[in-house]
């Protein structure tokens, strides 16, 4: 059964609070955690090291919350979905009738690349509907950036503050018209290519990046940017409009692949971060999705339809 605000609502209810000091974040959290365990609900707490041992010392029961200080929970957004969607079919065949789950996403501070990240917590709203999950997502408002701070006020339905008080975002857009961000282009792309091919095979994609990727990453890196390089050749030759061009710049620590076709693109907002099994497209977005060690962003634009691959993250 739902409790608290959440009563009576249908999958996720999904909130955002900003905190400026560590006085803040506990109040945004000690009386959510504390009413989900009084009430015997599954809670979840996904944060560092640092603030995970803030909030055990300021909650009576901190036994009863699963803390999850394992960065790998956030790899990329397609993972983090997924990896969340299993605790919540566990929970669900356990008897929870609630589950409450909180988080902060660092690569939402301190410079971190948070383009993606955007695309997950609208996606959010969707995916996880068939769950009744009460998200409270946490951004440090010292630290966030502007644009940010408006793409979270525009995936989050609802915005809670420090003192209990809660409003619906006026600025909440839908999922399908959702407007991510942009990804920021890695100073490698104004400089001249190193590799560039156009109508090649995934084959002939994966030697040649291969090539480039040996001199520079360990086994498990090459691999996965391979993999990601070589499902965006195929997703192109089979979903877009051609030519499909393979651009790569390298740098002695990292290597930065666009995979380009003149097509527009998904129509789907969660392509790449979800699979829908029903249907017959999407499956090489989303693999390349899960890998943690390439930064995977789609861009449609004027001129057609762009996976950036970037690696390592």
């Given at each position: 059964?739902?409790?608290?605000?959440?009563?009576?609502?249908?999958?996720?209810?999904?909130?955002?609070?900003?905190f400026?000091?560590?006085?803040?974040?506990?109040?945004?959290?000690?009386?959510?955690?504390?009413?989900g365990?009084?009430?015997?609900?599954?809670?979840?707490?996904?944060?560092?090291?640092?603030?995970?041992?803030?909030?055990?010392?300021?909650?009576?029961?901190?036994?009863?919350?699963?803390?999850i200080?394992?960065?790998?929970?956030?790899?990329?957004?397609?993972?983090?979905?997924?990896?969340?969607?299993?605790?919540?079919?566990?929970?669900?065949?356990?008897?929870?009738?609630?589950?409450?789950?909180?988080?902060?996403?660092?690569?939402?501070?301190?410079?971190?690349?948070?383009?993606?990240?955007?695309?997950?917590?609208?996606?959010?709203?969707?995916?996880?509907?068939?769950?009744?999950?009460?998200?409270?997502?946490?951004?440090?408002?010292?630290?966030?950036?502007?644009?940010?701070?408006?793409?979270?006020?525009?995936?989050?339905?609802?915005?809670?503050?420090?003192?209990?008080?809660?409003?619906?975002?006026?600025?909440?857009?839908?999922?399908?018209?959702?407007?991510?961000?942009?990804?920021?282009?890695?100073?490698?792309?104004?400089?001249?290519?190193s590799?560039r091919?156009?109508?090649?095979?995934?084959?002939?994609?994966?030697?040649?990046i291969?090539?480039?990727?040996?001199?520079?990453?360990?086994?498990?890196?090459?691999?996965?940017?391979?993999?990601?390089?070589?499902?965006?050749?195929?997703?192109?030759?089979?979903?877009?409009?051609?030519?499909?061009?393979?651009?790569?710049?390298?740098?002695?620590?990292?290597?930065?692949?666009?995979?380009?076709?003149?097509?527009?693109?998904?129509?789907?907002?969660?392509?790449?971060?979800?699979?829908?099994?029903?249907?017959?497209?999407?499956?090489?977005?989303?693999?390349?999705?899960?890998?943690?060690?390439?930064?995977?962003?789609?861009?449609?634009?004027?001129?057609?339809?762009?996976?950036?691959?970037?690696?390592?993250?």
């Open positions: 059964m739902r409790t608290g605000a959440a009563r009576g609502w249908g999958g996720n209810f999904h909130e955002a609070g900003f400026a000091s560590d006085a803040e974040f506990l109040e945004l959290l000690v009386p959510f955690v504390t009413e365990t009084a009430g015997g609900e599954p809670v979840l707490v996904a944060d560092d090291e640092r603030k995970c041992a803030l909030l055990r010392a300021a909650l009576p029961r901190p036994e009863a919350v699963t803390f200080t394992d960065a790998g929970l956030y790899a990329s957004p397609a993972s983090a979905i997924e990896a969340y969607r299993r605790r919540f079919e566990r929970h669900l065949a356990a008897g929870a009738g609630q589950i409450r789950i909180t988080g902060e996403i660092a690569q939402a501070s301190g410079g971190g690349r948070f383009a993606g990240w955007d695309r997950y917590e609208s996606a959010i709203n969707a995916v996880w509907q068939d769950y009744p999950v009460w998200s409270r997502c946490l951004y440090d408002a010292t630290t966030v950036a502007d644009d940010v701070r408006d793409a979270v006020e525009r995936s989050h339905p609802r915005l809670v503050a420090p003192d209990g008080s809660a409003t619906a975002s006026r600025r909440y857009q839908d999922v399908a018209e959702f407007k991510p961000l942009s990804p920021e282009p890695d100073p490698l792309e104004a400089t001249t290519p590799l091919l156009t109508d090649a095979s995934p084959r002939q994609a994966r030697h040649l291969a090539q480039v990727a040996n001199e520079r990453f360990d086994t498990a890196t090459r691999d996965e940017l391979v993999l990601a390089v070589s499902e965006a050749v195929e997703n192109s030759q089979q979903h877009g409009r051609p030519p499909t061009t393979v651009t790569a710049w390298t740098a002695a620590d990292r290597v930065v692949v666009r995979v380009h076709d003149t097509g527009p693109g998904p129509a789907n907002p969660l392509a790449g971060l979800v699979w829908d099994r029903s249907s017959r497209g999407g499956r090489g977005l989303w693999i390349s999705h899960q890998l943690a060690r390439v930064d995977v962003a789609l861009v449609a634009d004027a001129e057609g339809f762009t996976v950036r691959l970037r690696s390592p993250v």
